[in-house]
């Protein structure tokens, strides 16, 4: 099998988990310290987090053990996983920056300086969550490819 750089079970995978994890737990965050929050982008931030943590787990262990998943199950498991919550985290983010955008053009202020910039910081990370997801699965999908040629 070759090595495909940021295929599941390699170290350039377990750095894209560790992002994908700190991009989507800040969003997170940053939108629940308000106190108006109404879920933009939280519910698909919820599954991001518990799919990064699991697989960043994976690749930990595959990392430590110099072993790589060789089979086209898991392998495809992993690439549907992340081809879905590509899909949810982008509806995520646009969902919030629609928002975001929505509350800046009425024009009555219905929010203040700071929580529409951390409403816009949300969405940006949300964004940053989503190109790291279509890029692993990608990777993902290039290592199934080279897994049958």
Not at 25 to 32: A, E, F, G, K, N
Not at 104 to 126: F, H, N, T
Not at 132 to 142: C, K, P
Request: net charge negative; with cysteine; charged share 15%.
């Amino acid at each position: 099998m070759e090595r495909v750089p940021g295929s599941f079970g390699t170290s350039v995978s377990f750095a894209l988990r560790i992002f994908q994890l700190g991009f989507s737990s800040t969003s997170l965050i940053s939108m629940c310290l308000d106190y108006d929050f109404n879920e933009l982008s939280g519910g698909c931030n919820a599954y991001v987090i518990l799919w990064s943590i699991l697989h960043t787990l994976a690749d930990t262990y595959s990392v430590l053990l110099k072993q790589l998943p060789q089979k086209p199950r898991v392998l495809s498991i992993v690439l549907a996983g992340d081809v879905v919550l590509s899909f949810l985290s982008l509806s995520g983010a646009c969902g919030a920056a629609s928002a975001t955008e929505m509350l800046l053009s009425i024009d009555e202020p219905m929010c203040g300086d700071k929580r529409c910039i951390k409403y816009q910081v949300s969405a940006l990370l949300a964004f940053l969550c989503w190109a790291l997801f279509l890029d692993s699965a990608i990777f993902n999908l290039w290592s199934l490819y080279s897994l049958f040629h």
